[in-house]
């Protein structure tokens, strides 16, 4: 019985040991180290011609139209310990993904102006005007990216 009673404490043991690490796992898994989001915007661009077809805008068909879709990228961030491990790349990917299985054809971001070559790096490129600082304030300062997904 003693012998029984020293395995159940043993047992107990272990059991308490291995709920720490999993809280400790656990805690580690709830913590977010890179983050970002993707919007879909959807815009129809109506096919025009000569004079007739003017005249059939008005009662267009989904055949005199078609549809584009434009994702905007934003919010990415990685928590400052982990940096320079390729984490926000893979962020940038993976919304990129998920907006080219949406339909999306083209990817815009409007980063802050020190984050254009990493942008570069993953193919995008300053928007026709893309240069001209939004100057938010003067800690602030935007630029607009475009890439085709």
Do not use: W
Request: charged share 25%; net charge neutral; hydrophobic share 25%.
């Amino acid at each position: 019985q003693q012998q029984q009673q020293q395995q159940q404490q043993q047992q107990q043991q272990q059991d308490e040991k291995g709920q720490t690490q999993l809280e400790q796992d656990t805690n580690q898994k709830q913590s977010i180290v890179a983050t970002g989001r993707v919007l879909l915007l959807t815009t129809t661009d109506y096919e025009k011609g000569n004079d007739q077809d003017k005249e059939k805008e008005s009662t267009s068909t989904p055949s005199d139209h078609h549809t584009i879709i434009t994702a905007v990228l934003g919010r990415i961030a990685v928590s400052s310990g982990y940096r320079g491990q390729g984490l926000g790349s893979r962020v940038v990917r993976a919304l990129e993904g998920v907006a080219k299985s949406k339909g999306a054809t083209r990817a815009t971001l409007t980063p802050h102006h020190y984050l254009e070559q990493f942008y570069s790096k993953l193919g995008y490129r300053l928007c026709e005007g893309g240069k001209d600082l939004i100057h938010v304030n003067e800690y602030c300062q935007l630029i607009r990216m475009e890439k085709e997904v």
